[in-house]
């Protein structure tokens, strides 16, 4: 089985703009998770996603949003880019509920300028 | 927020020593996790231990958990260089998870 896909591993934007990050999880897995991770707050819970549905969001402005599409696949965008989100930008995937084992992509690096 | 807090921060050990690292939490679980990170990459899942389990075996890890005192420990035996990396802890928290700031563990060949 193929593990968790994220896309685009490096990303360099300017404030002001905005971003779209994409994860595609291991086949069959219904839940998708997203964190930040940074060196001063290290991860932080941002949202997870099951069955095209938000089912928990953690403590980050309406600037970060996502969604989960019918095929599980899932996107975040964060508009209105600031200096603070450049982080690296993790996904997670897990059969059906997001407090067991779950399974990480490599990540995407997200530098605002 | 972070629910789990990992202890130490930073540990450096030579290789085949054994490494313990803490993680203290606040809230009552349903079970608690061990991930491994290494530098900038995805997280991966090293071990569950649930509420009703006070000890787990995988390999060269043993965890305990002690959910009276809210807190549990890794320990990795015979350490390899291969072993460094950062070690977090992660606890299920009002249905999601939520990690600790993470042990970064260096072995010294």
């Known amino acids: 089985k193929a593990g968790v896909t994220q896309t685009p591993r490096y990303l360099i934007k300017t404030r002001g703009q905005q971003v779209t990050l994409s994860c595609s999880p291991i086949s069959g897995h219904r839940s998708v998770s997203w964190y930040q991770q940074t060196p001063g707050q290290g991860l932080q819970f941002l949202f997870e996603?099951?069955?095209?549905?938000?089912?928990n969001k953690g403590n980050f402005p309406g600037r970060f949003s996502g969604r989960q599409f019918s095929n599980s696949r899932s996107e975040m965008n964060v508009s209105t880019l600031e200096l603070g989100d450049s982080a690296l930008y993790l996904c997670a995937s897990s059969l059906e509920v997001q407090n067991e084992k779950l399974f990480f992509g490599s990540g995407t690096q997200l530098s605002v300028l | 927020s972070q629910q789990g807090e990992e202890d130490p921060q930073a540990l450096s050990i030579q290789e085949g020593e054994n490494a313990t690292m803490n993680c203290s939490y606040k809230t009552s679980i349903n079970n608690l996790q061990w991930y491994r990170q290494n530098s900038g990459r995805g997280l991966v899942h090293l071990i569950l231990?649930?509420?009703?389990?006070r000890e787990k075996h995988s390999g060269r890890l043993r965890v305990t958990l002690d959910t009276s005192k809210k807190s549990s420990s890794l320990l990795i035996t015979a350490s390899r260089a291969a072993d460094t990396a950062s070690y977090f802890c992660a606890t299920d928290w009002s249905n999601d998870m939520r990690f600790g700031a993470g042990t970064r563990l260096t072995v010294k060949p």
């Open positions: 231990i649930r509420s009703n389990e």
């Open positions: 996603y099951f069955s095209e549905t938000q089912r």
